[in-house]
């Protein structure tokens, strides 16, 4: 199978399903470039991410699972800036043409697409030693509608995703039961692996914070990190209460410790982070419900810069999580 004819067998798909079914896609795979038609008066939402198999998955991983994950991290930033998804594009660097692999790979990645209304609009494909994959993302936002991570102001709560009946965390505890680190029965094994392998991006909860969140980033290499990013950029500080952050019952059988690793510093929960004035409580709930999400409030934005990290009874906990950095020790 050369490369044009595992393009045209996995990734290309009828007209139908690429132009018809999509009214931003003028058009889709095949010419040299794709072209989108935004709606008047949107700005294009534009994030790419790369997956480098043996740095960020494990060869060992469903291939299904791997498009599904591919797609969803990039769907999640989009949702991170309150834009709707509208197409994407794949390059794929493999070790070689394998049938099994592409057919799984994109089963996964079209049910993911298909389901957030995203379509596939081009690529490139080549040969590698190991798999990496890459995808662009683009989504539309109003103008002037995008939540950015600077808007954060003084006073402000903090709030964080999670799934009904779950918490953040589960991903890192899934890759410390992995590494030989934590151990779980292999039920709730089962059940946080999916968080890690099958992240679901929180693109209706992005959409319906519009004009209500200041400032939202989503989890990707952990909580305090990424809320860093917006402390940062809003020239702010934090107060966080540890204990406020939702846990799963897996990561609760856990000793405290682990349970403050993976729910602080886990990464790859794709949930939101976002700020949003005491004022507005009624409608994060409402907009939450709306989306099928549960939010935690979590803390609040203060003008003394750095992050206060509490217990439930307001004691200090000594802040010694780290993010996930590529180039960090
Ligand atoms: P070019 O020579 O312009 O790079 P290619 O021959 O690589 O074009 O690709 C032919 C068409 O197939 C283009 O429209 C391109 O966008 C699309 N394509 C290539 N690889 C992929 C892929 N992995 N997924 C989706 N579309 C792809
Ligand atoms: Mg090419």
Request: glycine share 10%; proline share 5%; charged share 20%.
């Amino acid at each position: 199978m050369g490369e044009f004819e595992l393009i045209s067998r996995f990734f290309q798909r009828p007209a139908q399903a690429a132009e018809g079914a999509n009214p931003r896609v003028a058009l889709g795979i095949g010419d040299d470039c794709a072209l989108l038609n935004p709606a008047e008066g949107n700005q294009l939402a534009i994030t790419t991410d790369l997956l480098v198999e043996g740095r960020h998955f494990l060869s060992t991983v469903p291939p299904d699972r791997l498009g599904h994950k591919s797609l969803a991290v990039n769907l999640s930033d989009l949702a991170a800036m309150g834009a709707t998804p509208s197409a994407f594009t794949l390059s794929l660097a493999l070790p070689r043409a394998d049938e099994r692999w592409c057919a799984e790979f994109s089963k996964g990645l079209f049910a993911l697409a298909d389901a957030a209304g995203c379509t596939l609009i081009g690529g490139d494909t080549t040969a590698s030693p190991v798999i990496t994959i890459s995808i662009t993302a683009f989504g539309e936002v109003p103008v002037g509608a995008a939540i950015t991570r600077a808007g954060a102001h003084a006073g402000d709560d903090i709030y964080v995703s999670h799934p009904e009946g779950g918490g953040i965390g589960d991903a890192r505890l899934a890759l410390e039961v992995q590494r030989a680190q934590a151990h779980l029965v292999a039920d709730a094994f089962d059940r946080v692996r999916l968080r890690m392998e099958l992240p679901t991006p929180r693109n209706s909860l992005g959409v319906a914070l519009r004009g209500i969140a200041t400032a939202m980033i989503d989890v990707s290499d952990g909580l305090l990190g990424d809320l860093n990013h917006i402390l940062e950029r809003s020239h702010l500080g934090a107060r966080v209460e540890a204990d406020a952050i939702a846990r799963s019952p897996a990561l609760c059988t856990q000793p405290v410790a682990m349970q403050r690793l993976c729910t602080l510093a886990g990464g790859d929960d794709y949930e939101l982070l976002f700020t949003a004035p005491p004022s507005t409580r009624a409608a994060v709930l409402s907009a939450a419900h709306a989306s099928g999400v549960a939010v935690a409030r979590i803390g609040r934005i203060e003008t003394q810069p750095g992050t206060r990290l509490v217990d439930a009874r307001g004691y200090a906990i000594d802040n010694i999580f780290r993010s996930f950095d590529h180039f960090g020790r």
